[in-house]
């Protein structure tokens, strides 16, 4: 699913006398890393950006900095919120990459920690440094509509759940959906409702927070106008289509029983302190 369409790191001398009296120090754990990676530019700017992590890799094609950041710095499995990185130079939505890159063959390999891996390629390449900040936001709270906590007709419990999928079995993704089309059609199968309050904070790029107390996947169909929803691309009055299906919110409610609560809450916003430009290898 498309962001806008639906889808770092001291030296000492000491007296030789000393330094065998004191006990050994342990060294920091070393930030895991792909074994091999290429980061090339994409000057035709043009075409489908995409980003996935197939098998032992992870493979994008002509995608921002920014969305490699929103990649790198999502919750496992996850992509981060846009609203939920602030700061950097305005090159980082402008310029496009390719980048593909590999595990070594006994390293981890879960999305989760590909991600972290492509942490360490963006401050190797990009000199990327960041810091995360505590802010205190308008949120909406996803919470059940009805008070006995009943579904709704659309929204139904899944026979599995794609995060421990993913986690145990990297790569393997059955029948795991989660997309929203600028028709106005929601699809998720097997996700949890963390991932699928993920993807309406992309929507509504407001941060959205799962209290709905529901647990494992769920599958869910729903049918919405998305004319003004600001995480979706907009068409012009003359080649928009006739949609008669309820707003987005009103949707929720009456396909699949859940309703969006405007409130404040702490928000973790990544902070961009410095980036530059890669060489190209």
């Known amino acids: 699913m498309h962001r806008r369409l639906v889808l770092v790191w001291l030296a000492t001398a000491v007296v030789p006398a000393l330094m065998r009296a004191q006990a050994p120090q342990p060294s920091e754990p070393k930030s895991p890393a792909f074994e091999v990676a290429s980061v090339k530019p994409n000057t035709a700017r043009t075409g489908v950006r995409w980003s996935r992590f197939p098998g032992d890799r992870f493979v994008a094609t002509n995608v ?34 390719d980048v593909s890159a590999k595990v070594g063959a006994n390293s981890p390999n879960t999305v989760a920690q590909k ?5 360490t390629l963006l401050a190797d390449r990009f000199k990327l440094t960041a810091h995360t900040e505590t802010r205190e936001l308008p949120i909406y709270a996803l919470v059940m509509a009805r008070r006995d906590g009943t579904l709704g007709p659309r929204l139904r419990h899944a026979d599995l759940e794609c995060e421990a999928i993913e986690g145990s079995q990297p790569g393997r993704r059955d029948r795991c959906i989660l997309y929203a089309l600028p ?5 998720v199968r097997g996700q949890s409702m963390k991932s699928l309050a993920n993807a309406f904070t992309m929507l509504l790029d407001r941060t959205v927070e799962d209290r709905t107390g529901l647990t494992g996947g769920v599958d869910a169909d729903a049918d919405f106008n998305p004319e003004g929803l600001p995480g979706m691309a907009q068409v012009s009055p003359d080649e928009r289509r006739l949609n008669d299906a309820p707003p987005f919110f009103t949707a929720l409610q009456e396909q699949l029983g859940l309703k969006l609560d405007s409130t404040k809450g702490p928000v973790d916003v990544l902070v961009i302190d410095h980036v530059e430009r890669p060489t190209p290898d």
């Open 115 to 119: 991600q972290r891996m492509l942490r």
């Open 183 to 187: 028709s106005g059609k929601l699809m």
């Open 64 to 97: 921002p900095l920014r969305d490699l950041i929103l990649i790198a710095y999502g919750e496992a499995g996850q992509i981060r919120p846009d609203n939920q990185v602030s700061s950097g130079p305005s090159w980082i939505d402008v310029d496009r990459f």
